[in-house]
C-alpha cells in the first residue's frame, strides 16, 4: 500500500473492517463511501484475481482522488450515491454482491481542504455539500428557513440543547446581513453559546455544524433509504459492515440490525410465531467494535468511530 500521508483522510478500524467484511476474496464487493480511497484500497489489495471492487462517492473531488490512489487495482470508481447502488449495479448488470462497507459522515478532505464550510474555524464560503451539484448550501438553509425550522435541525440532527437560541441569533444576524460563510456562522453561534464547562477545546459551534451538514446532505434520509434496500443488494453469507460517528446514525444501524435479526411481530404471549416472518441478517458481533487506544491516539477523528456488522441469511 502507498503511504497513507499522500491522501488527506486516515481510514479508520482497517483491519477489522477487512477481518469482517472480506468472507470471499474472489467476491464482489462496494465501499459505498470510498473518500479519497483508504479502505478501499486496503481491500482492492486483498482481493484475489476474480474479485471485484466498486467504490462510489457523491464527492466529485474526492473520485478524482481515489481514482488516481486506485489506478492500478482491479476496481470502478464511479460518483453515485450509495442510497441508489442498485442502480449501479444495474448499470453493470451485477445482481448482487458479497459485501458493502458504509464509513459514514464526511472525510478529513472535505474538512480541512475542500473550501466548502465544513470547518467552523476557517473563512469560507458556507456550501457544505458533499456533492456541490446537488441541493441547497448551508447558505440557503440558515437565511432562508424559519426560526423554528432551524431549531428543530439543531435539536434533531445536533442533538443541541441550546438550539432555540442559536436559531434565534442566526435569525436575528441574518436580518442585517446575509450569512455568507463558515466563520460568520461560527461566530453567530459563539456569541449565545457558552464554551463547554469542562472540555474548553470543545468549539459551541460543533453541534450546530453536524447538524447543518446532516440537513443539508440528507445524510440520515439517505442512510435509512440504503438499508430499506441492503437485503436486495447482498447474496446470502454477505455482509454489511457499518462505521458510524455519531448516536443518530449508530443508533438507526443498531435497530435495523436488531429487526433484520428478529423480525417476527408476533404478540409476544403467542406460543409460536404466526407471521412467518424470518432473520434477513444475523449480526456478526454482539458488541459494537470501536477503535483501540492506540488507535486513536494516532488519529484522533477516529475516536467516535462505531463499527457494527450483520451477515446475510
Ligand atoms: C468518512 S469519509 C470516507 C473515507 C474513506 N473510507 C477513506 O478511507 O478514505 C465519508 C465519505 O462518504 C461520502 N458520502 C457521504 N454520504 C454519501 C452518500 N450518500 N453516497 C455516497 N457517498 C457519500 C462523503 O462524500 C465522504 O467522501
Redesign the pocket.
Known amino acids: 500500500m502507498r503511504p497513507i500521508m499522500r ?1 488527506p ?3 479508520v478500524l482497517v483491519k477489522e473492517v477487512l477481518s469482517l467484511l472480506i468472507t470471499d476474496k474472489e467476491g464482489i464487493y462496494i ?10 484500497e486496503a481491500i482492492a489489495a486483498l482481493l484475489g484475481k476474480r474479485g471485484r471492487l466498486l467504490c ?4 466529485p473531488e ?1 473520485v478524482v482522488i ?1 481514482k488516481e490512489r486506485l489506478s492500478s487495482y482491479r476496481v470502478d470508481v464511479i460518483k ?4 441508489l447502488a442498485e442502480i449501479v449495479l444495474e448499470q453493470l448488470k451485477i445482481k448482487e454482491v458479497t459485501g458493502i ?1 458504509l ?5 478529513s ?2 474538512l480541512d481542504l475542500s473550501g466548502r464550510g465544513f470547518s467552523f474555524l476557517k473563512e469560507e464560503a458556507l456550501d457544505m455539500r ?2 456541490p451539484g446537488d441541493g441547497e448550501t448551508a447558505a440557503d438553509v440558515v437565511n432562508s428557513l424559519s426560526q423554528g425550522e432551524l431549531a428543530r435541525i439543531f435539536r434533531v440532527y445536533g442533538e443541541e440543547k441550546k438550539a432555540g437560541l442559536i436559531a434565534k441569533a442566526i435569525v436575528g444576524a441574518r436580518q442585517k446581513t446575509h450569512i455568507k460563510t463558515s466563520l460568520e456562522l461560527a461566530d453567530i453561534i459563539s456569541s449565545v453559546l457558552p464554551p463547554h464547562p469542562r472540555r474548553k477545546t470543545i468549539h459551541p459551534a460543533t453541534r450546530a455544524f453536524q447538524a447543518l451538514r446532516i440537513a443539508v ?1 440528507r ?1 440520515l434520509a ?2 435509512e433509504e ?1 438499508l430499506t434496500k441492503a437485503p436486495a443488494l447482498i447474496k446470502s453469507g454477505g455482509r454489511l459492515a457499518v ?1 458510524s ?1 455519531h448516536s443518530l446514525e449508530d443508533r438507526m444501524i443498531k435497530k435495523t440490525m436488531a429487526l433484520w435479526e428478529r423480525p417476527c411481530s408476533c404478540p409476544p404471549d403467542l406460543p409460536a410465531c404466526v407471521c412467518g416472518l424470518t432473520p434477513v441478517f444475523l449480526r456478526v458481533n454482539r458488541r459494537a467494535i470501536r477503535p483501540s487506544q492506540a488507535e486513536i491516539s494516532e488519529n484522533i477523528r477516529s475516536r467516535s468511530a462505531i463499527l457494527r456488522v450483520a451477515e446475510r441469511v
Open positions: 491522501f483522510h486516515t481510514p465501499d459505498g463511501t470510498a473518500g479519497t480511497g483508504g479502505h478501499s462510489l462517492d457523491r464527492d474526492a481515489a453515485a450515491n450509495y442510497a462497507l464509513d459514514l459522515g464526511m472525510s478532505l472535505q458533499m456533492d446532505n445524510e439517505l442512510l440504503f462505521i460517528y
